[in-house]
């Protein structure tokens, strides 16, 4: 069975925004190699991208932690702590 998160129209506004952002600067990199840019000012911008994702992987992580998580623990579904522990690792 899939799980699912319901998530407000604030919180899905402020995701889509963050992702719409993080789209924008991959084009940019598109258009960068296009351009035939300096290989200095492309791991620049790839260093940009991999960060603003760092960045909403730990907010979502965050929010994860506070909702899905602490549900799971009061309703004594303590596999959500494996669960949790493999998506840190691959937040790394």
């Known amino acids: 069975m899939e799980k699912t998160k319901k998530r407000s129209e604030m919180e899905k506004k402020y995701l889509?925004?963050?992702?719409?952002?993080i789209e924008g600067q991959v084009r940019g990199l598109i258009s960068m190699v296009?351009?035939?840019?300096?290989?200095?000012?492309?791991?620049?911008q790839i260093s940009a991208v991999d960060q603003s994702l760092k960045s909403l992987g730990s907010r979502?992580?965050?929010?994860?932690?506070?909702t899905c998580v602490?549900?799971?623990?009061?309703?004594?579904k303590l596999e959500?702590?494996?669960e949790v522990m493999?998506?840190?690792?691959?937040l790394d």
């Open 86 to 90: 493999d998506l840190i690792s691959k």
């Open 60 to 66: 979502i992580l965050k929010n994860h932690l506070e």
């Open 80 to 82: 959500i702590i494996d």
């Open 34 to 44: 296009d351009n035939d840019r300096y290989c200095g000012d492309l791991l620049i």
């Open 16 to 21: 889509t925004r963050r992702l719409k952002i």
């Open 70 to 76: 602490v549900n799971d623990i009061k309703n004594d």
